[in-house]
């Protein structure tokens, strides 16, 4: 209305909102960005100054003693000790079978786009679907997995997968890569699509090993995106939560605890405010550094 | 001996015929080159004697051998690609040396043959940088020098060229032919420029449409060319052909144009036309054989030709003049000097001893 | 008349269509199991050893979902991952505009943008969900979109601005010409240029909203719970909850595998954060 009686009131605007368009583009997304990324860290920070926990809201400034408190914990490093395990398995299990994977279907082949389609699905299902699935698959009763380790062992195998501590971390793993390896083979058979044709073709006429091709030129090529794909799915192990909590919630006891896992402990069943506070900064912290090193490197390389 | 024999060659994408039969023979030693206009098969006949595309029918020998079954890598032959393919990881001396680290030869012996080839083609200097700090002339002479490091007895050229800018084509067009006057291997070269084509080969062969139009040496191509297509794809400007009827006229054969004009034949190009009299003809006379009546430059027995100059490309030297003659588009090449304005009415002298004359029905050269 | 390699290589395709064959369906048995389980009745279901095949296709455990009512997960999930990813699609597209065409912010802007998608949703859920009792915002509808809308900006934000990126500068600068502003030059060029990065987009993002869990699992209770949350409180042993785990398994999991088959193309773009072109 007002617009329609001020001709030079709205004649104004339009040149204001053209120069200043970048800025009203971008401003309500990192409005939000802000409160949901800036807040909770600045919130975090200091809370875990203070000494908050389920029983005590005790606002002063405690000092360092929920950092004190970290380096004590002992089921904090498990936690990262689990953590680092997990992570250390299955991401070269992933880029690995992603890789051979990749190699099979990198030639035309008839039915390829099925193929591929078919093989993305495990990746899209909801962590919590792929770990309740496998659950009921490793049941020792019910389950397929049993029935077949038995036809193949010849007697009956009678595994407790989500409970027996020395498969339980089997079972993590054969899960999360089960899920994720469609992932490295999608980046992987793109990366590779990639690669310069005449190169290899000139490797061919010069007479190269496979070996020797897959080693100076396709490596070499498919480098950046592997990088990527090793941060992505990186990140993303050590901060796994859903995947774990379906299979076996962190047991048994708290062997199967990675770091988001006994974060969760800490905050909704500890109601520890303080050091849960403390535990987030640090594993904020930690991934930080990691990231940056890790951008700051993929950037130089490309 | 690397002669390369090709009979009966067939190779299908899909449904397209791209490759029709196709006989050829190159001699050892002998410098070829495939040429014609996009989507004639040229790359792919090229690909396929090099075993990185497989043929439908028909048989290849280099050296002797069938080939037809052998894999790249084992019919000895050495290519280079329009966009270098170079190894962008490797330096360039490792570049050069892959082929030969791939078939285990010894260093000490891969040093000599390196240097030799880096020495030859001036790139001694750049042995330890990579690719990407090399220059497009640069990256190409290092494509060709992992070529020759291999002696091979077949070097293939897959529009090498193509990516340098004008300057750098024609200094590269020489280094090429250089190189084959030095090393005296076979060589088959593809392009679409017509000007290389003519420059570099010993033998043209012409191909359109996945059959070879014809096959010769560049004058033999160039002055009597088998058929329209072929006058008029080689020579730049290219041939002017003129739609006009072959008459008889007192004891001579003449050529009469659409707007009237009659030239003359001299009696030695007459000889044999009997049975084409009364037709229609296409009139071939290509831009250099025009040139200025009056001016004493024009051999004797021309006919001639008045039109207005309507446009005028003057180059340093020569001079580009289009008219309208015959109710199409004519250029003349001539003299600088000639002529300086556009519009004005000039005599042409045509040399009539060099014109061709195609029947339009077969597109074949009478 | 055919060149004998050629026989070679058929043989190879055919070993390579095996192979492909037999780890595909590896790959695909875990998820097939589900389905099963899903049409199986209870005596089917505990059945030792483990049947592969169920005797008839039957629907009832389906039926139990939504007679119990449990299926309003499914509805909720809808709601709130398909207005959440429109609304991240929104924003994140307008900043990605930005960002792509101006630089607003340089370097630094993209590189805190980015650095978002890496923040551990665990490091932030405690606040957040204080944040959220303070303010009564826990076990409602807005209180789950706008924490997707915000979760899932930086990923539309970088995706679009690589989108938008390939569009050629020409086709705005020539609407400029003609007299649009940015603003009319951005709906009438940019958006209908970017629709199918805007789709595969859109796809991902509604995917990542729709299996999220711990979020889910922290801010809502009873009124907005989704899918994956619902799912988890069919487990604790109760071996009877197993035919419900199935059935709401496969119900939660048909959305997403219909978007994604629609968006195979963009595949690989999509999922590699456009580190890939696809």
């Known amino acids: 209305m007002l617009m329609i009686q001020n001709p030079a009131l709205s004649e104004r605007l339009s040149v204001f909102s053209d120069r200043n368009f970048k800025y009203l583009m971008i401003a309500l997304a990192i409005l939000i960005l802000l409160l949901v990324g800036l807040f909770p860290l600045i919130y975090s920070l200091i809370v875990s100054f203070q000494n908050i926990t389920m029983t005590d809201v005790d606002t002063s400034f405690a000092g360092l003693l929920n950092y004190k408190q970290l380096f004590k914990d002992l089921r904090l490093w498990q936690a990262l000790g689990h953590t680092a395990l997990i992570t250390a398995i299955a991401l070269p299990l992933e880029l690995i079978f992603g890789f051979l994977l990749a190699q099979l279907f990198l030639e035309k082949m008839p039915g390829r786009q099925i193929f591929v389609a078919l093989l993305v699905l495990p990746t899209v299902l909801s962590p919590i679907v792929a770990g309740a699935t496998w659950r009921l698959m490793f049941d020792v009763r019910f389950g397929p997995i049993g029935q077949i380790l038995s036809f193949i062992a010849g007697t009956p195998v009678n595994i407790l997968w989500t409970v027996n501590p020395t498969y339980v971390y089997p079972a993590i793993i054969i899960c999360e890569v089960w899920q994720w390896t469609p992932f490295m083979f999608l980046l992987l058979l793109a990366a590779l699509s990639n690669v310069d044709q005449s190169q290899l073709e000139a490797a061919e006429l010069d007479g190269a090993s496979y070996w020797r091709v897959l080693r100076q030129i396709v490596l070499p090529a498919i480098g950046p995106v592997v990088a990527i794909a090793v941060l992505i799915r990186g990140l993303d192990l050590v901060r796994v939560f859903d995947i774990i909590w379906a299979l076996t919630e962190g047991g048994p006891g708290s062997m199967t605890e990675t770091i988001s896992l006994y974060t969760y402990v800490i905050g909704f069943v500890q109601f520890d405010t303080s050091y849960t506070a403390a535990v987030a900064f640090l594993v904020v912290a930690v991934l930080s550094i990691i990231v940056t090193y890790a951008l700051r490197r993929t950037e130089l390389v490309r | 001996m690397a002669e390369v024999r090709i009979s009966g060659l067939h190779k299908y994408y899909g449904p397209v015929h791209a490759l029709k039969g196709l006989d050829l023979t190159v001699a050892d030693g002998e410098f070829a080159v495939f040429v014609g206009p996009s989507g004639c098969g040229k790359s792919t006949l090229l690909r396929t004697i090099a075993g990185l595309e497989e043929q439908d029918g028909g048989e290849i020998r280099i050296g002797g051998q069938v080939v037809n079954d052998m894999r790249p890598r084992d019919r000895n032959i050495a290519m280079v690609f329009q966009n270098y393919a170079l190894y962008p990881y490797l330096t360039v001396y490792d570049n050069i040396a892959f082929g030969l680290r791939s078939r285990k030869v010894g260093e000490a012996e891969i040093k000599k043959r390196v240097d030799d080839a880096a020495g030859m083609l001036g790139i001694a200097a750049l042995l330890a940088r990579f690719p990407r700090q090399l220059s497009g002339g640069q990256r190409q002479r290092v494509a060709i020098g992992r070529a020759i490091v291999r002696q091979a007895q077949l070097f293939l050229f897959d529009e090498p060229l193509s990516n340098l800018d004008a300057k750098l084509r024609d200094e590269m067009r020489g280094e090429i032919k250089r190189l084959h006057r030095n090393i005296a291997t076979t060589m088959i070269y593809v392009t679409h420029d017509q000007v290389e084509a003519m420059t570099l080969a010993d033998r043209i062969v012409l191909l359109r449409e996945g059959r070879i139009e014809q096959q010769g040496s560049p004058l033999e191509l160039f002055e009597r060319p088998a058929t329209g297509f072929v006058a008029s794809f080689l020579g730049s400007p290219s041939i002017n052909l003129i739609p006009a009827r072959l008459v008889k006229r007192d004891k001579a054969v003449a050529v009469v144009l659409e707007s009237g004009e009659v030239l003359e034949l001299p009696d030695e190009r007459a000889r044999g036309l009997e049975g084409y009299t009364e037709r229609a003809v296409t009139f071939g006379i290509r831009p250099q054989h025009l040139s200025r009546a009056g001016r004493g430059t024009a051999p004797s027995g021309s006919a001639r030709i008045t039109a207005t100059a309507d446009l005028i490309q003057p180059t340093g030297t020569r001079t580009y003049v289009t008219s309208r003659i015959g109710g199409v588009p004519v250029t003349a090449e001539l003299d600088a000097h000639d002529v300086h304005e556009q519009g004005i009415v000039l005599d042409y002298a045509v040399d009539m001893s060099r014109c061709l004359l195609i029947d339009p029905a077969t597109d074949k050269v009478i | ?278």
């Open chain 3, 1 to 278: 008349m055919r060149a004998a390699g050629t026989r070679h290589k058929r043989g190879k395709l055919v070993l390579r269509l095996a192979v492909a064959t037999v780890v595909t369906l590896m790959f695909l048995f875990p998820v097939y199991w589900l389905f099963m389980i899903s049409f199986k009745t209870p005596d089917e279901i505990f059945h030792a050893p483990p049947l592969w095949v169920p005797g008839k296709i039957q629907f009832s455990n389906y039926w139990v979902l939504f007679k119990d009512g449990d299926v309003i997960a499914i509805w909720n999930s809808l709601v709130v991952a398909g207005i959440s990813s429109a609304m991240a699609m929104l924003l994140g597209t307008f900043c990605a505009y930005s960002l792509a065409r101006f630089n607003t912010g340089g370097e630094n802007l993209a590189m805190w943008i980015i650095s978002q998608r890496m923040i551990p949703p665990i490091a932030v859920v405690f606040p957040i969900f204080l944040i959220y009792v303070y303010f009564g915002m826990v076990d409602t509808y807005a209180g789950l979109i706008l924490l997707y809308t915000a979760f899932n900006l930086p990923y539309v934000i970088w995706m679009m601005r690589g989108y938008i990126v390939d569009i050629p500068l020409e086709l705005e600068e020539s609407a400029l010409v003609d007299g649009c502003t940015r603003w009319q030059t951005f709906w009438r060029v940019v958006f209908p240029m970017a629709r199918s990065g805007l789709m595969a987009t859109a796809v991902f993002t509604f995917v990542f909203a729709w299996n999220d869990f711990l979020f889910a699992l922290i801010l809502t209770r009873t009124e907005v719970i989704t899918f994956p949350v619902m799912l988890t409180h069919y487990f604790g042993g109760q071996s009877n909850f197993w035919s419900k785990i199935a059935a709401m398994s496969v119900l939660g999991t048909i959305p997403i595998f219909v978007a994604v088959t629609l968006m195979q193309r963009y595949l690989v773009r999509g999922i590699s954060l456009g580190a890939v072109k696809g």
